[in-house]
């Protein structure tokens, strides 16, 4: 590929894994609190289908965006009260919130806008648009810089900024502050932070509401963003890539954002080699191209698992002693 070719590459990579970025981040929060979420899946897809209905209905991006964090907000509360309050299995939990998040959208779609599940197209103010920066017209015809000013890093939706502005903001909650350091010690000794007095089911609770917010913005931006309205099942198992990226990038906020960026740049170049002709392999089909991604998150997963240290008091409920 020629080097134009490339830069159209590296920015679908960029607008691929924002979501998976997104949602990665959300899991950051709640596991390092100890608390397993693998209803990120089930979060984003509620929160796409939240905030692409209303902003069919009132027209407005930021009115569909606040209430696609909402309902993840509202969905990660169930898990909460599930896992934290009643203690609850957090898998199972999990699995439910996906269920009842992949039913409900497709009935609510049908019973408010009879599409089939979908929603009404959004124009105009009803998605975000892209934002050019200052002077990237200018510049777009300048050699190599030019371009990857102009078409790299200028063009995008706010909530793709929103989302790479994150992993700074992140890594300083989780590492310079005290929220943070008692947010991962909540994850790996709960009861010496209960014995200094701090309430380990407040915190988790924050933990998990700041991971609805983020998952929030992973579906809110699939629907009013990337694309022009909800359609069933739009995550595509997104929500599972970005747990495997979090796994892969050992529960780290920069390292996170790597593992989120190979998966975009695997997404955006199958589309590419789709019927290329190899040498001895020859076509490329198109259901391996789509396999991609998923096969890169087993191989990941397989490899990596074994490797991972996660926060040692995960996915066990807190009891208090007395």
């Known amino acids: 590929m020629d080097f134009g070719a490339w830069i159209n590459v590296i920015d679908s990579t960029i607008r691929l894994s924002t979501p998976l970025l997104f949602a990665a981040l959300a899991g950051l929060y ?21 905030s692409a209905s209303a902003a069919a209905v009132w027209g407005s991006a930021f009115l569909g965006l606040f209430v696609g964090i909402l309902a993840a907000v509202g969905f990660s509360l169930v898990h909460g ?15 439910a ?3 009842i998040a992949a039913g409900l959208t497709i009935i609510l779609g049908q019973s408010w806008f009879g ?44 909530l793709v900024y929103v989302a790479f502005a994150m992993v700074p903001i992140t890594w300083w909650v989780m590492f310079r502050t005290r929220f943070g350091l008692r947010l991962r010690a909540v994850g790996e000794n709960p009861a010496a932070v209960d014995t200094a007095g701090i309430s380990v089911a407040w915190l988790r609770y924050r933990a998990v509401i700041i991971c609805g917010i983020l998952t929030g913005l992973a579906g809110s931006y699939l629907a009013v963003a990337q694309a022009a309205g909800f359609t069933r099942d739009m ?37 590419r080699i789709q019927g290329v ?24 997963l397989a490899g990596f698992v074994g490797k991972a240290t996660p926060p040692k008091a995960g996915g066990v409920p807190y009891v208090k002693e007395r």
């Open 81 to 95: 009260l599930a896992s934290i309050t009643y203690r609850g299995n957090q898998i199972v939990s999990g699995v």
């Open 30 to 50: 709640s596991e390092r609190s100890g608390i397993f979420d693998i209803s990120l899946e089930g979060k984003m897809l509620i929160a796409a289908f939240a």
């Open 235 to 271: 995550t595509a198992g997104k929500g599972y890539i970005a747990l495997a990226a979090l796994i892969f990038a050992n529960w780290k906020p920069v390292p996170v954002m790597f593992a989120c960026l190979l998966f975009g740049f695997l997404d955006a170049i199958s589309i």
């Open 115 to 158: 599409q089939g599940g979908r929603t009404p197209s959004l124009f105009g103010g009803g998605r975000f648009e892209a934002i050019d920066l200052p002077g990237a017209a200018a510049m777009r015809d300048v050699p190599v810089v030019g371009r990857i000013y102009a078409d790299i890093l200028s063009g995008h939706t706010l």
């Open 97 to 99: 919130i996906n269920f």
């Open 277 to 300: 002709q190899l040498p001895v392999i020859g076509e490329i089909s198109a259901q391996f191209v789509s396999a991609l991604p998923y096969i890169l998150t087993v191989v990941l």
